[in-house]
């Protein structure tokens, strides 16, 4: 009785702490037994691992598994680790806590505190897109066992790709190898954020094109920049998908998107192979193994970006190329640009026009027939974030609600007109992401000089900021980054306002996003 009460009380004790999406990631892997591990490392762990690839006992293993924590929560004993929404997942039991710099090489997006412990299971995560789907290896293995498939080979793939004809003959040429005179199945882990659900319907749409029988589980595998380390000749990602699908009862693991090097299998818990070389011959009007086809007959494969500007106008992809149910779940899920959400995001000093220019190309969206919302800095400034100061940290605040608000708007189909200043690049990076997960971004940088927009200074605050009335003033007393992702650059020097707003349409009907009668 008083033991149990003791341990409520701990509990209530132990501050509360979301970690970031990569941290979380790796939480639920451990959780979930995809990982081997019993919680986040520690420093000589970590640096081990990023250094060697090896843990210090010689254990193999790709990655490092750290937890980036803030500043005020360094000197934590324990920690209640939750999803994004406060669902509490694990308490973690700190055991060591250290400062990681860019020298100890993490894989966490900035230097900082960790904290390293076994983390102990709290509650199954309900958080995140294809719960359904995303299964633990001992529910996989279960659902073999169950079927009578436990002493069948598993062929893996990891992808975060659609499975288009080249892929799906790949995966059928490398499952009847496998099989050799018997069979084998087909194990699928889409990688997808943990978030959305990404391409993953896509993936599920080549399902009845895989040998039978072929499962699918859904998982986030966290990336690991690894430079200026010494790793394996396969690369960290693929030995981490390596691990990950052999504790999902994987016995080989096929690597679509790379050639794995030769004599590294000692270093992988499962042999790695290379998807075999497949062509479409045009010749034939058929796809054979590479050796089989004429080089001149070859087709070649549209690349990423071709197939993205194909869906963004609006065309079909070709039926060589692609089976109709994955290109019809790759529509719906890419629609044309006219029918996609978007974000038309301005960025620039106080004074640089970005207002009255994104005053006037909301009307011009608003005109084509597509629904508009816009978020201008001041007015979000009165409604959205009343009650920030202009501190730096309140000003991210500020952008991160606006590109939140944007992103669910472009979720729904719709068009978002920003015209925050938003100065910082890491910021706007993270605006960028958040909309991208489920439409298209367009960045605006009004480049308009500093002296043009203090010699403008309409309302006063140039003056006040150089007085010192106004602490932390973009491009007075703090820094304005200029963006170098910008997709138009705008100079409104000795330019009207209807020429620049007539600028930007133009390139929003350049790229497929606005219709060319519109303009």
């Not at 806590?97 to 102990?120: I, N, T, Y």
């Not at 509650?123 to 498939?149: F, K, M, N, T, W």
């Not at 084998?184 to 009845?208: H, M, S, W, Y």
Request: aromatic share 6%.
């Amino acid at each position: 009785m008083s033991d149990s009460s003791d341990r409520s009380g701990d509990e209530a004790a132990a501050p509360v702490f979301a970690p970031d999406p990569v941290s979380l990631a790796h939480l639920e892997l451990i959780l979930n037994g995809a990982y081997p591990l019993a919680g986040f490392m520690t420093r000589e762990e970590a640096s081990s691992v990023a250094k060697r690839g090896r843990l210090p006992d010689g254990t193999p293993w790709p990655v490092p598994v750290t937890l980036p924590v803030p500043d005020q929560l360094a000197d934590a004993e324990r920690l209640t680790l939750t999803d994004p929404e406060g669902a509490p997942l694990a308490e973690l039991r700190v055991g060591q806590r250290w400062w990681a710099g860019a020298q100890d090489g993490d894989g966490a997006a900035a230097p900082g505190h960790r904290l390293a412990g076994e983390v102990r299971f709290a509650q199954p995560p309900v958080y995140g897109a294809l719960r359904h789907l995303r299964l633990s290896p001992g529910e996989i293995r279960g659902q073999r066992e169950l079927a009578g498939d436990g002493g069948v080979p598993v062929l893996a793939v990891v992808t975060a790709r659609p499975l288009h004809h080249r892929e799906l003959h790949q995966i059928r040429a490398a499952a009847e190898e496998l099989a050799g005179d018997d069979r084998a199945e087909v194990l699928v882990i889409i990688d997808a954020p943990l978030e959305t659900e990404g391409l993953a319907p896509v993936v599920l749409a080549a399902e009845p094109l895989l040998p039978a029988p072929a499962r699918f589980v859904v998982a986030t595998l966290p990336r690991w920049s690894s430079d200026g380390a010494a790793g394996p000749a396969l690369g960290r990602r693929v030995l981490l998908h390596a691990h990950v699908a052999a504790a999902y009862g994987a016995t080989r693991l096929l690597v679509l998107d790379s050639a794995p090097s030769a004599g590294t299998e000692e270093e992988t818990p499962i042999p790695v192979a290379a998807a075999p070389g497949w062509a479409y011959d045009t010749a034939q009007e058929q796809w054979r193994p590479v050796g089989e086809v004429a080089p001149e007959a070859a087709a070649d494969l549209p690349d990423e970006a071709e197939v993205e500007e194909t869906l963004a106008r609006g065309l079909a992809l070709p039926a060589w190329f692609t089976p109709a149910r994955v290109a019809a779940e790759l529509a719906r899920i890419r629609p044309p640009r006219t029918e996609r959400g978007l974000t038309v995001f301005f960025t620039g000093f106080s004074g640089s026009g970005k207002s009255t220019i994104a005053r006037g190309v909301a009307e011009g969206i608003r005109r084509s027939g597509r629904t508009l919302t816009l978020l201008d800095g001041d007015v979000v400034r009165r409604m959205l974030s009343a009650g920030l100061t202009f501190s730096r940290a309140d000003r991210n605040l500020n952008v991160r609600r606006i590109g939140y608000v944007a992103a669910e708007i472009s979720r729904h189909g719709g068009v978002a007109v920003c015209a925050p200043i938003a100065p910082y690049a890491a910021t706007r990076a993270e605006v960028r992401a958040m909309v991208e997960e489920v439409g298209d971004f367009f960045l605006v940088h009004v480049a308009t000089p500093l002296e043009v927009c203090e010699a403008r200074d309409r309302k006063g605050l140039y003056a006040k900021a150089r007085a010192g009335e106004i602490p932390e003033f973009t491009g007075i007393s703090d820094p304005y980054e200029e963006p170098e992702d910008a997709e138009l650059v705008l100079d409104t020097e000795g330019r009207s306002v209807g020429e620049s707003v007539a600028e930007v349409l133009s390139a929003l009907r350049a790229g497929g996003w606005l219709p060319a009668e519109s303009i």
